[in-house]
């Protein structure tokens, strides 16, 4: 199965990802993962992106076109995959189709002041990604990450002014890619305002 997960910031998307990517033992392939990862790593493009990506705009789409394309030649992702978080742009789609098909594309919905509570809200776990919400989905002991006791972060494109510029973004660059997939039959949309785990039976369901 190869998939997208598209929606706005915060909806749910990387939680939902790598659920699923465990349940269907297919990589759960984030593109902001990556990007953070290469960035706390300081290699030449965490130091080239830093910026761009603490203050919510995107990075060019060469840069990430480039590295899905890479990603998705490893061998594991031969049976199938999760993009979360790719294309995000009408360039980024068209590139994508010239070297991988997709079957399903699942249109994240839920709106802005929940959007907001759930990133304001969110803590993460920098070497592993585990994600919790101070209120949703707290750790076990405050403030500590429940597999190593490391402390959790808060990622810096989640504060305020960096959230407010991101949904911007969203809504003028990625947000037309929900008419580019309706056109093309891909989309499926999912309710993301339920707790977590009824809006993971209900992507089971249209993942089924
Ligand atoms: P990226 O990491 O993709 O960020 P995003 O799209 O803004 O999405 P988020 O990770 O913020 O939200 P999510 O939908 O994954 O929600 P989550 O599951 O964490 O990108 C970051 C940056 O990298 C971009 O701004 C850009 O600079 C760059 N970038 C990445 N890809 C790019 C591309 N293709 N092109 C150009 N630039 C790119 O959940 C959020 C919170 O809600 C958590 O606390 C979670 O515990 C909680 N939660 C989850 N589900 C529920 C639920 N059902 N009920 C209650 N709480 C919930
Ligand atoms: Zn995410």
Known sequence: MRLIFLGPPGAGKGTMASRLAHELT????????IIRAA????T?????????VESGDLVPDDLTITLVQNRLAEKDADRGFILDG???????AEALSQFSSVDKVINFDLEEDEIIKRLS?????KASGRTYHVI???PKVDGK???????????????VDAIKNRLAVYEKQTAPLIKYYS???????LDARPAPDAVFQALTAITS
């Open 26 to 33: 297919i990589p759960h392939i984030s593109t902001g993962d």
């Open 136 to 138: 949703y989905n707290p």
């Open 145 to 159: 990450d429940d597999v190593t006791g490391e402390e959790l972060s808060i990622r810096p494109d989640d504060q």
């Open 121 to 125: 809200g969110r803590r993460v776990h």
């Open 39 to 42: 960035i706390q790593n300081g």
């Open 44 to 52: 030449e493009l965490g130091l080239k992106v830093k910026r761009i």
């Open 183 to 189: 056109d093309r039959n891909l989309l499926a949309n």
């Open 86 to 92: 790719f294309p995000r742009t009408i360039p980024q």
